[in-house]
């Protein structure tokens, strides 16, 4: 496919995952997720071309045919050109592990042609000593331990049950 050619089927389809021969890669399933630091935001044409040519050299020294170029025109932000190296993973879960390690806002889902906005919402569970008086009145709290997941202190249950609390707190890392 010529060049002109690719750019006027990515203005057609105001988009495109692109393969390492500069196809259309005609994905059915999966999950796109872009690669940190391999990103471009532009509203020129000529420069979405150059991009996609530079990044095509970075392709050709992969070692798998798992990584694209993806493309697409953002209509409702001022006709935005995005360009990135993107990998296609075929499970939503991986997909959102390795999104949120690469920083990324989204994934696509090829499937069902959608973004999926990511959630950075972690919650945090503190195990904490009940202080006691010696009427068993709680006093005060000693912390522990902090965990990330519930599930990493389902071997704590015996602590929870012989004066122990947890207690949760949420962050967005959006916010930090």
Known sequence: MSLETL?????????????KELKNANLKNGFMVSIMGYE????DYNKMIDKIKEYKKILDNFNNDNHFIGVWIDKKDNDKIYIDISKNIPSRRDAEKTAKKNLQKAIYDIKHNRSIYLNYEITFYSLYKKILDSNNNIIDYMFIKQFDTKNAIN???WYLK???ILFSDNININEL
């Not at 750019?7 to 393969?19: C, D, Q, V, Y």
């Not at 471009?40 to 509203?43: G, L």
Request: hydrophobic share 35%; glycine share 4%; aromatic share 8%.
């Open 7 to 19: 750019k006027n089927e990515i203005i057609k389809n105001e988009g495109l995952t692109i393969n």
């Open 40 to 43: 471009f935001i532009t509203k």
């Open 155 to 157: 071997i704590l249950q």
């Open 162 to 164: 012989n004066n122990y």
